[in-house]
């Protein structure tokens, strides 16, 4: 291991550069004017995480100033959608303060389409206001950029340091650099994780040359819920996967078009279909299927069992919009800003949706935080909201002592989005300085010990190939290492076919989830073998690895949930039915760090609004 060490010590070591770790290095620096705040990224923060390309609307403005909504709310609409389940006291805090955020994005030179008849920002929807928004990222990476110490970009972080002189406090993190392979070890007071959420752990729909293109961003790794799994932090509603309805092939978003276009869906023979599922539904989920508006996943249920009776495809009708030139061009529009693939898709594809209506499909589930969904870390409340089981000292503070979380990290707060994950950052910052603050002088000890073994343990992958290649003379198939993308597929072929995925049309049950949780653990062992040929694939080795967990996680927490939650993100075959008398409550796991043991509790769902 000649790998040369970077050591870095600091007060507040945000992991992860996104719209969290930004909103995060920005308001630690307000709040600790003198305190050392550093970020370290796996990418560029100019151009990572889910925001890296552009968005064409901020899904989370309240608009109070303009009395459209208040964060009650919201509270009501994120509760609805996720059938009941959420942390309100999380929503309302962070509904409360998303505003104050979007305007300094547009004090920082976002710009924003406004009302020509009224000034106000432009809605696209309820919650949504549209920008033109291809460089949101660089613009909040340029706040960061002027209140962190230092920005660390290419560092895969791989694991957090624990204080060895306090139980289950966090003493910093570990990682290396993918570009020169150096060894960086940040030794700090308080750790806020924001590594976003985790795609390709199911097997996506788009595979061989096409496997990149998923909806969720495909370097999104699962490494906010394997770093604070490892750490043996409490996770949450790690079952509430999400699946999204959208363009296909592309991934391209239908919010704009729903919302602004007002195109509609219908099936293959030019029909309505959702009226036809209501009955069905209703059996399923009782009243849920008369809230307005209708759930996420009650609305892909409807699309999954119109494609199983066989009037599939599912289009979307924009031959009628598109005659409008405006609405023409914002449909394209949309994807120039975000998703430029979908037009590149259409256009391979021969498919000009002023002629041709579009085909629409439901994706490969996802595990996020911060969109229709809700999973993640279990964390503290603020101080004036939460009722005593969600409280303990500090907001957005995990059950890991100085270890905070923001974004798709945290669990129980869906439909934050991007403004909301940047305001979630804030808030765990506060937080964090407050706590390092009430540290005082008290030192956080990680030995050299803690160090060198994570060291050995990360470069491992590189020694592996390195030994193993001498085995074969040609391919890729070795007896002794497995490649990254090699463990990538048989992970993603398991959590498919035995957790749910897209080609057991999203059911499991008892026996399946068992023996996928075995094949999980027998892979666990496995990836102990896995061969690295440079630093490029060692950080795919890692991230697969993180996937691993996040799997893990995600299998437990489905086989403990006794119920058909969310019909269209996942089914339980043996519990068809939502079963509000026994599972009204949130599900925690926590993986103890020595014995690799996973334990379940339930935890109460408090609602905090009318
Ligand atoms: C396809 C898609 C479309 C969306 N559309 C909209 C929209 O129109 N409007 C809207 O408001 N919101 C939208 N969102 C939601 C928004 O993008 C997310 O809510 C937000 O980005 C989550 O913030 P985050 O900080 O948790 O994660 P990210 O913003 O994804 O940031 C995570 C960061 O962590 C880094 N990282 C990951 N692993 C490591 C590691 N091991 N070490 C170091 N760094 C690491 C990543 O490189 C990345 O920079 C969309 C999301 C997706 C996926």
Not at 440 to 455: A, M
Not at 559 to 582: S, V
Request: glycine share 10%.
């Amino acid at each position: 291991m000649g790998t040369k060490t970077v050591y870095e010590d600091c007060d507040i070591l945000v992991v992860g550069g996104g719209m969290g770790g930004t909103g995060a290095a920005y308001e630690a620096r307000y709040w600790g004017r003198d305190l050392k705040v550093v970020v370290a990224e796996k990418a560029n923060i100019d151009r990572s995480g889910a925001v890296a390309q552009g968005l064409y609307a901020i899904n989370c403005y309240m608009g109070t100033q303009w009395g459209e909504n208040n964060p009650e709310d919201h509270v009501r609409y994120a509760r609805n959608d996720l059938m009941g389940l959420v942390r309100e006291d999380l929503a309302f805090d962070m509904a409360r303060h998303v505003d104050s955020a979007v305007h300094k994005f547009e004090d920082w030179g976002l710009p924003f389409m406004k009302s020509a008849e009224t000034g106000q920002y432009l809605r696209e929807g309820k919650w949504q206001i549209m920008i033109h928004g291809e460089s949101y990222k660089p613009i909040v990476a340029n706040a960061a950029r002027n209140s962190a110490d230092k920005i660390y970009n290419r560092i895969m972080v791989t694991h957090l340091l624990m204080d060895e002189s306090r139980d289950n406090r966090v003493g910093g993190a570990v990682g290396f650099n993918c570009r020169t392979g150096d060894f960086h070890v940040f030794r700090a007071k308080s750790v806020i994780v924001a590594a976003g959420g985790a795609s390709h752990i199911f097997k996506p729909r788009a595979v061989g040359e096409g496997m990149g293109r998923t909806w969720y961003a495909p370097w999104s790794s699962g490494s906010a819920y394997a770093l604070s799994i490892q750490a043996g932090a409490k996770m949450t509603q790690m079952e509430n996967r999400i699946v999204l309805a959208r363009f296909k092939d592309g991934y391209g978003p239908v919010g704009a078009y729903f919302l602004h276009l007002k195109t509609y869906t219908q099936n293959a023979y030019g029909n309505e279909y959702e009226a036809t599922w209501y009955d069905d539904t209703k059996a399923m989920v009782g009243e849920y299927i008369d809230h307005q508006p209708t759930p996420t996943c009650l609305r892909n249920h409807a699309f999954i069992q119109e494609m199983k009776a066989g009037r599939g495809p599912i289009h979307m009708v924009t031959k009628e919009a598109f005659q409008d030139p405006h609405l023409e061009e914002v449909g394209w529009e949309n994807f120039l800003g975000m998703t430029v693939s979908q037009a590149v898709v259409w256009a391979s594809q021969d498919i000009d949706p002023k002629y041709t209506n579009p085909e629409l499909t439901t994706s490969e589930p996802y595990v996020m935080g911060s969109h229709a969904t809700c999973s993640g870390a279990w964390c503290s409340g603020p101080e004036d909201l939460s009722p005593e089981e969600y409280f303990w000292g500090y907001n957005r503070m995990m059950t890991v002592d100085g270890l905070f979380g923001a974004g798709d990290a945290i669990g129980g707060t869906a439909h934050a989005f991007s403004s909301g994950s940047f305001t979630e950052g804030r808030l765990a910052a506060k937080a964090a300085v407050k706590y390092v603050n009430d540290l005082k002088d008290e030192k956080i000890d990680v030995t050299d010990k803690q160090i060198y073994d994570l060291k050995k343990a990360i470069y491992k992958p590189l020694e592996n190939y390195k030994v193993g290649r001498n085995e074969i003379v040609g391919g890729t198939v070795s007896p002794s290492y497995l490649l990254p993308i090699q463990g990538l597929q048989r992970l993603e072929k398991v959590m498919d076919e035995y957790v749910g995925g897209i080609s057991v049309n999203y059911m499991t049950n008892d026996k399946m989830l068992e023996r996928g949780i075995e094949l999980l653990d027998i892979m666990e062992e496995d990836f102990e073998n896995i061969g690295a040929e440079d630093l490029h694939q060692l950080m795919r080795a890692w991230e697969l690895k993180h996937r691993l967990l996040a799997s893990q996680s995600v299998a437990q927490h489905t086989l403990f949930r006794e119920e058909t939650r969310w019909p269209g993100y996942y089914y339980r075959g043996d519990h068809m039915k939502l079963d509000d008398e026994n599972w009204h409550c949130l599900t925690l796991s926590r993986r103890d760090p020595k014995t690799r043991e996973w334990t379940m509790e339930k935890a109460p769902v408090y609602h905090l609004v009318d």
